[in-house]
């Protein structure tokens, strides 16, 4: 039987079988956390990269992650903070004005594209034209379903923003979707 | 409430992006094979080798504290060593300095009042120099100052043997055995 959030982290903070309760929630949000990762940093290498260090920042971290908010919108939170410090750090060593052209651009994409049909490899050129928040809220309301107040949770930002943000990607994807 | 919710932000999306709605919201994109079922042992090996917490936060007191202490040991052991060998240097300097003006000076005092030298010298001075001069060394020297002429001495010892012998003295030497023993 798969444990609650609530039950993963009573069970790491306990210490008892926390090694355990931490696989399983390693298991339960791997796969959600790489693709949230994957769009923002594109090449599968650095999303491990990135991801594995999610992880080592939330085994460090859970002993004072306090529950008043959701262990999903802090593991989305670190997620996007560590790619979005991920991407300025390449931009950096590669002289890239930080809110300049987006990463992927050197990252190479088409192992990103592997599988994908036509319309859909369509959507993800796309998406790629959005700045890396910018498609990272995309992703999350588009694709995770989440809500507005769940998203502002994880990028910091207000909700008012967010749906402004959200709108002004849709309004770029549907001009490239017509475009193309 | 909440699918009342969904359902103006679908109509909201259907208006602004026809294409988009119309698309199915399916994660098509791939990751490399079996990469999820070994993420969880590739974390724990992350784990494991990562630094201990707290570690770099204390890493630059640590580099710092050594630095300080390997400069108490060896920047004033450099310090004093180079001023061991000034101080060694220039003491070695002036001994050849003075030593060398000293023999200066005695040379052109020797020198330059070579023919007065013993004029002047006092009586227990004489006295105490043919103690260690034998007479005829000392008055050839002052005769040709500082070069001893070794014809000249021995010339002068020569001369100034005794040949006035008694008859019985040659008469006691030649019937010795004494002159049996001269090889020639």
Known sequence: MQLSDYEIVAQVKSGKDANKAFRELIAKYQERLYWHIRRMVVNHDDTDDVLQNVFVKVWKGLANFREDSNLYTWLYRIATNESITFINKKKKENNIPIDDEPYHLQAGEADYLMGCDEIQEKLERALLTLPEKQRAVFHMKYYEDMKYTQISEVVGTSVGALKASYHIAVKKIENYLIEN | ?184
């Open chain 2, 1 to 184: 409430m909440n699918k009342k919710k969904e359902n103006i932000e679908e109509k909201e999306l259907l208006k602004m992006a026809p294409t988009l709605f119309s698309l199915e919201r399916i994660n098509n994109l791939k990751a490399p094979e079996g990469y999820f079922s070994n993420l969880a042992d590739s974390v724990k090996n992350r784990i494991e080798n990562e630094t201990p917490i707290g570690y770099f936060d204390s890493l630059a007191d640590k580099v710092m504290d050594k630095i300080e202490k390997e400069e108490t040991k060896v920047i004033p052991i450099q310090k004093r060593n180079i001023t061991r060998i000034i101080s060694v240097a220039a003491s070695i300097a002036a001994i050849f300095i003075i030593g060398f003006l000293f023999n200066e000076n005695n040379r052109k005092e020797v020198v330059a009042s070579n023919g007065d030298y013993l004029e002047n010298l006092t009586s227990s001075e004489l006295d105490e120099a043919m103690d260690y001069n034998e007479m005829d060394e000392l008055i050839c020297y002052v005769d040709f100052g500082e070069e001893f002429n070794e014809e000249l001495y021995i010339e002068n010892s020569i001369n100034d043997i005794d040949l006035d012998f008694i008859p019985d003295e040659i008469d006691e030497y030649l019937s010795s055995d004494y002159y049996l023993d001269i090889e020639f």
